[in-house]
């Protein structure tokens, strides 16, 4: 199964253990460095809030800010971890073992 199906499958669960919870958490994880898969996910959010009545027509221009708010947040965080795995790595090749 792919991960978007994965999350959706784990998603529309009435009721979800911890370890269904964790694949969920890594799900997003990876989406958070997978913008095709980070934007089926938010896709898939948005006409879920919708067909369950959370969302109102008012309410979709505030999501799609929140929407770009979040994927550039997420992209800042993705370049942050780079930057520090970058960083371990070059301060593993400095300091010996």
Do not use: C, W
């Amino acid at each position: 199964m792919n991960l978007f199906h994965e999350y959706q499958t784990l998603a529309r669960s009435p009721t979800l253990s911890r370890q269904n919870l964790e694949r969920l958490a890594e799900i997003v994880e990876i989406a958070s460095s997978d913008e095709e898969l980070f934007s089926a996910l938010m896709d898939f959010e948005y006409l879920s809030a919708q067909e369950d009545g959370l969302l109102t027509e008012l309410n979709r221009q505030q999501y799609i800010e929140q929407q770009t708010q979040l994927s550039q947040r997420m992209e800042a965080d993705l370049v942050i971890r780079s930057a520090n795995h970058r960083q371990r790595n070059f301060d593993a090749e400095i300091v010996p073992k």
